[in-house]
Every structure is written in structure tokens, then in C-alpha cells.
């Protein structure tokens, strides 16, 4: 069973500027060059490039790299070339040692999808710089990536510098700001980039017009706030300089224009210090200065001007808050400005403070362009805490038009099924939001079961055995509308046959519940014994049959002694005297029953036919004898031919005595007589005696 597992709490909170979370931690440069800065602090890595000036390298929300770029190419997160990622220019035009060669952004609302601007150079021939598009998607080459066909090379614009950088806007949008001096004016153009896509027409930002055309070579760089933009100049017989501006991110317009440095030498690398109050710039002659721009006017700032060191490439603030140069061209290690919002020398400029990977890499002019995401206006922080019952999955679900997905495992999806314990943390973005969103997902391990018997005689109590595990209440429903609450164990009797479903209701300490069911038969076992007559003859054949409804099994007879075969299911014998039979036996279930019958043997009467009363001791008394089983006489009387009663027996006493003959008191005539007598059976069944009787004298 799956569940699926949304949100309905939410807390938020206003958030600050954001330029990137981890995407900027991996960086590629120069000669096999890298930083990885994932732990904290800068570990020098060896990767596969060789590029003099600029490069563009992006990782994910994690700090895991994605891929980076020179402009021409594009090497996946393996090192290796992306299958579509080369000829990201037109045919003709290199970007070899183009400034600001290359230049990522991500794909407003399309999780995975990036924007990869291509800027050619100014040297050589063709010489006018032109910018081309290609959109890469992570979700091809099974996640690692490559160019769209047919979104590839595409142009954007020409008559160009060497200079790009882009910035987060106040709208969910970016801004991407080209430097183009032409027609005798300073232009900086502004492509908005929102989720619609990268505006056509440019915010164009017309400044002061020039006589001589500035260098094309240099870099733009934009402050942490997004309201300053430096802009370095420096090549042979073109107006050298460092240009400060004022920039609206809100409306794209650059303004304000301040000329801090001009002429003297050929400016190349700049960077602002993360408090944006401080600007630091490198010359091709191989000097680091640093600027206070926090000043009120262009005198106070360019007053404000301090020699450092040795600083020849571009500078690049790491996320560690340092800002990282190479003293010279082609160097293995880096100079390092530790606290770069300090004046002057205390922001401890350390020359040569961090080696690369080995020799083999070394750094040159450039390093990787500034990653910047659009600015979240809002960060949501929403938590779900859930336990899940009965279920071998869950389905963890986000926002479905969340971009930029980032799971704490590396997982890029919105939406997944998970299987196991544990927290699951996920950030990303919708619209001008940022969120970060947290799952924890506990499965418990319980089971509800119990064993029973299958059949149960009736009337025998059923023994229950609970095999559930974790459980600590539990509910019975015997099925007979009886319920037990909280025994583990029950016992229970029912009191009708039938078919009967137990169900067992369990629950964990964490509120889950759950329930096991099992059928039972109870069964009713009636056994019989019955016999063709319950009054027989003394010495007559009896003959005992046991029945039943089912198949069954005779265990034993009683009495034992009387029976030899006791596993037989008829018996057949003599009578000797009356008594009760008993059978056991046991049903094809197991239910035992005991069946009985009392057998009356009936005794045997003897009246005699004649009698001579003449006082010699020997058949002087009419009287009833009987053997076997005793009788008891209610009446015994004798009579004459006309039916006049001359004796009679009232009681047993008289009964055994018998009649002796006389009449009155006088010798009876000799002669036939006739009799009646009733007698009762010990089994309680009376009888009627007639007959005749001689009196022989």
C-alpha cells in the first residue's frame, strides 16, 4: 500500500539576498584547475580543461558540480564532453580569451534546465564580439546532462565587449548586463530573464558619450546588494579605465556613471567585497589595488585607492567570504585577500596563501563567472512528522511547479516514493519562493496475528494464542457479538454451532492499527445409542447400535468388563438382568459425546397349574414364584367358577404366603379355580396375570 504525504502546515519568514546557495562551490579553471570549497574551506581539485581567461562552472543546491564551460565546450560532472556540447559558437569565432567567456543561469521554474551564454572574443578576426545561447538539460545523458537539439548556438546579440556578468532582479527575474560601447556612447544592456523566457529587447542604459573607444577587453561585476556595477577596461591604444555605475534591479537601469581610475594602466580583474563597500581591481602589469566605494563622491573615492601587492588575473569571491586571485599568469598558486571589508592592509592580503591540485594544474587569467539565482522574496519553511501504518511506501510530495529541486540525498524529482525511515529534506523553488521543506517519515514494525484452532466442539472453550509483535492494545470480536478488550490471550466459549470470524484489532504505541481475522467452525458431535426393544426377556439377544451424523470413532463401552471389543460400534448379547449401557466416541473434529440406554430385563412368572394343600409340607400354597429380576404383587385373587372371591393377597407379605385352600375357614371343594394378579416390574411396568388353577386334595 502507498501514502502519500503533502503539506499543510506552513511558517515563513522574509529572506535576504541570495546569489547562490551551494551552485557556486565547485569552481574549474585555467590549466586542469579547481577549487572545492563543500567543506568549508578551498580544496584544491584536478579537472579537465585549458582555458586562458573565462569559464563558467555551476554545481547543484548540494554543492555536487554539474558541469562548466568555456564557451566552446561543455564538460559534464565527469570531466568528459557532453555529446552535444561543443560548436556552442558560430563557426569562426573563438572564446579562448574572451574575459567573461561564458556564463550560466538557471531556467526560471524548469528544475535541471540551464542557460549557457557563449561570448566570443575581441581579438583576432572576426573581432566584434557576438553572444550565443544554448539551454542545457540535466535530465539527459541519465543525469548527466547535455545540450537540447536545436536549442544550440543560437544568437542573442553582437557588437559586443568581452564583459557579462547577470544578477538577481526584485521579481523572480534575472538580469543579464552586457557591456556594449558603440556609436561613440558607453551602453550596458539589460536582458531581463523571467520564467517566461530572455526578454528580445534589452533595458538599454545610454551613458557618456567617448572619443576614443574603450577596451573591450576587461570584466563586469555587479556588488552583493545588486545596486553597484564595476566595469574594467584595459587594452593597447583604447581608453583604459575603471567605471563605476549605479544599478535599479528592479527596472534593469544603469546610471550614475564614475570614472575611479582612467588611462594609467590596463585594468583587468575586479571584485566587491561581500559588505559592498570595498572594490578591489587587478592590472595587466601584475598590481592589486583596493577601492572604498562606500565614499560619497568620485575625489574621495579615487583618494581612497590602496597599493596591496602583486595581483595579475581576475578576483573572485569564494563562499567562504575570501576573495581568490593569481599573483601571475600561470601560476600554481593562488593569493588570497582574507578579509576583504577591512581598509587598507588589514584586509591581510597573503600572497601565494593556497596551492593547486599539483604542477600540472596552474591558474591563469580568469576565473569561473558569478552563479546567481533569481532572488526569493519570501523563504517557506514547512515540516510534516508522520508515522506510517500498514504501508510498505510513501509518496513524498512537493509543489508541482517547484524548479531547482534539491533532495538532501541528491535526488532532483518532486515527488518520490520512500521506503524506509528517516529524514527526507528537500529545497527548491516556486516562483519568488525558496523552500525547504522536511519529511520525517517513520514506518513501524509491527504485526497483528493470533493462532486458534480451525474447528472447536461446542462447548469446549477455544484457547486463543496472540503471535502479534509491537502491539500494545488489542480488541477481540469473537463473531457471536461478544468483545474482550485488552487480554492478549482470551478464552472463550461459544454457545451455538456455526461458523464464526475473529477478528483482532491491534494497535502500536505510535497510533497505528491494524487487524487479523481467522475463521472457526464449531461443531456440535450427537452421538446415539439406541436398541431394537428397551424390555426384553431374561436370556433374550439385545442388540446395541451407536449412530451419529458425521463419521466418528467408538473409544469405549460401559461397563467395561461386560464388553470385550470396546472400539465397536454395535454390540450384541444375552440378557441377564436389566441395566444401563454407556458408548464414547469421538467425531472426525475430535468432539467426544457419551450416549446411554437402560435395558429392562423382564422376569419370569411361574404360577403352577394345581396344588394339593394337604398339609405334607410340599405344594400346600398357591403362591406367584418368579426369577431373574423382582416383581412387586399389588393384587393376587382367587375364584370360584361363578366368580365369587373366596382369597385374596393385598400386599407383598400376603403375596408370598399364597392361598392355602381353605374358604371360610373350611377345606375348599376340590375342583377348578380361577386367579387374577398384578404385578409391577423393578422397571415400573405393571402386568396382568389370569389363569386357572387346580385344588387336588
Not at 578591489?280 to 565614499?295: H, K, P
Amino acid at each position: 500500500m502507498k501514502h502519500i504525504l503533502s503539506f499543510v502546515l506552513l511558517l515563513f519568514f522574509t529572506g535576504g539576498h541570495v546569489i547562490a546557495q551551494k551552485e557556486g562551490n565547485i569552481w574549474v579553471f585555467g590549466v586542469n584547475a579547481g577549487l572545492d570549497f563543500n567543506s568549508g574551506s578551498p580544496i584544491a581539485i584536478k579537472t579537465n580543461l585549458n582555458q586562458a581567461e573565462g569559464i563558467a562552472s555551476v554545481s547543484d543546491a548540494a554543492g555536487r558540480l554539474l558541469f562548466y564551460s568555456n564557451g566552446m565546450r561543455i564538460w559534464n560532472r565527469d570531466y568528459v564532453p557532453m555529446p552535444n556540447g561543443s560548436d556552442l559558437v558560430q563557426a569562426g569565432y573563438l572564446t579562448a580569451s574572451t574575459t567573461q567567456a561564458a556564463l550560466i543561469a538557471p531556467i526560471i521554474d524548469s528544475a535541471g534546465k540551464y542557460y549557457l551564454f557563449s561570448l566570443t572574443q575581441a581579438t583576432g578576426s572576426p573581432s566584434l564580439p557576438k553572444l550565443y545561447l544554448s539551454v542545457v538539460d540535466m535530465n539527459l545523458d541519465q543525469g548527466r546532462g547535455d545540450v537540447i537539439a536545436g536549442r544550440k548556438a543560437m544568437l542573442v546579440d553582437s557588437i559586443l565587449s568581452e564583459k557579462m556578468t547577470v544578477v538577481a532582479g526584485d521579481h523572480c527575474n534575472l538580469w543579464l548586463l552586457l557591456y556594449a560601447p558603440d556609436a561613440n556612447v558607453y551602453r550596458i544592456k539589460a536582458y531581463e530573464i523571467t520564467a517566461a523566457g530572455i526578454s528580445n529587447t534589452p533595458v538599454i542604459s545610454t551613458l557618456d558619450p567617448y572619443t576614443i573607444r574603450p577596451g573591450d577587453i576587461g570584466v563586469m561585476k555587479v556588488s552583493r546588494d545588486r545596486r553597484r556595477i564595476v566595469v574594467t577596461r584595459g587594452e593597447t591604444n583604447k581608453a583604459n579605465g575603471v567605471e563605476l555605475y549605479d544599478f535599479d534591479p528592479a527596472t534593469g537601469q544603469v546610471s550614475n556613471r564614475m570614472e575611479i581610475a582612467a588611462g594609467n594602466e590596463a585594468y583587468y580583474g575586479a571584485c566587491f567585497a561581500p559588505g559592498n563597500n570595498k572594490l578591489y581591481i587587478t592590472t595587466e602589469n601584475g598590481n592589486l589595488y583596493q577601492y572604498d566605494v562606500s565614499l560619497s563622491g568620485i575625489q574621495q573615492i579615487q583618494a581612497s585607492v590602496v597599493y596591496l601587492g602583486n595581483g595579475k588575473s581576475d578576483i573572485k569571491a569564494g563562499p567562504d567570504g575570501k576573495l581568490y586571485l593569481a599573483g601571475d599568469y600561470g601560476t600554481d598558486v593562488l593569493s588570497v585577500i582574507h578579509f576583504p571589508d577591512n581598509a587598507g592592509i588589514a584586509c591581510q592580503f597573503q600572497p601565494n596563501a593556497l596551492s593547486l591540485y599539483n604542477r600540472s594544474t596552474r591558474a591563469n587569467f580568469g576565473f569561473p563567472n558569478e552563479i546567481h539565482m533569481p532572488l526569493p522574496l519570501d523563504t517557506v519553511v514547512r515540516s510534516a512528522d508522520t508515522v506510517i501504518c500498514t504501508a510498505d511506501s510513501i509518496l513524498l510530495q512537493i509543489d508541482s511547479d517547484a524548479w531547482a529541486v534539491m533532495w538532501n540525498d541528491g535526488y532532483y524529482g518532486s515527488s518520490r516514493v520512500v521506503r524506509d525511515s528517516g529524514l527526507y529534506t528537500v529545497q527548491y523553488r516556486t516562483g519568488c519562493t525558496w523552500h525547504i521543506d522536511s519529511f520525517r517519515v517513520r514506518f513501524p514494525i509491527y504485526q497483528v496475528s493470533f493462532a486458534a484452532d480451525t474447528a472447536l466442539c461446542l462447548g469446549v472453550p477455544l484457547q486463543i494464542e496472540n503471535t502479534s509483535t509491537h502491539i500494545t492494545t488489542w480488541s477481540w470480536d469473537f463473531g457471536d457479538q461478544a468483545t474482550l478488550r485488552d487480554i492478549p490471550d482470551p478464552e472463550h466459549t461459544y454457545r451455538e454451532q456455526g461458523v464464526y470470524t475473529i477478528t483482532l484489532t491491534g494497535e502500536t504505541a505510535e497510533g497505528c492499527t491494524d487487524t487479523a481475522t481467522s475463521k472457526i467452525r464449531v461443531v456440535y458431535f450427537d452421538l446415539s445409542l439406541t436398541t431394537d426393544s428397551l424390555h426384553v426377556n431374561k436370556g433374550g439377544e439385545i442388540i446395541l447400535r451407536t449412530e451419529a451424523d458425521e463419521p466418528y470413532t467408538v473409544t469405549g463401552w460401559y461397563p467395561e468388563w461386560f464388553f470385550s471389543d470396546q472400539q465397536a460400534v454395535s454390540q450384541t448379547f444375552t440378557a441377564d438382568s436389566s441395566r444401563s449401557y454407556q458408548v464414547t466416541a469421538v467425531s472426525r473434529d475430535g468432539c467426544l459425546d457419551t450416549a446411554s440406554v437402560r435395558i429392562i430385563v423382564r422376569p419370569r412368572v411361574y404360577l403352577p397349574s394345581a396344588f394339593t394343600p394337604d398339609g405334607n409340607g410340599r405344594n400346600d400354597h398357591f403362591r406367584l414364584i418368579s426369577s431373574g429380576a423382582p416383581v412387586r404383587v399389588h393384587t393376587f385373587m382367587v375364584y370360584d367358577r361363578w366368580g365369587q372371591l373366596l382369597w385374596a393377597a393385598h400386599n407383598m407379605a400376603e403375596s408370598a404366603v399364597g392361598w392355602d385352600g381353605m374358604y371360610h375357614g373350611e377345606p375348599a371343594p376340590v375342583g377348578v379355580y380361577f386367579y387374577a394378579t398384578e404385578i409391577e416390574t423393578e422397571s415400573g411396568d405393571r402386568m396382568m396375570l389370569k389363569g386357572d388353577i387346580t385344588l387336588i386334595r
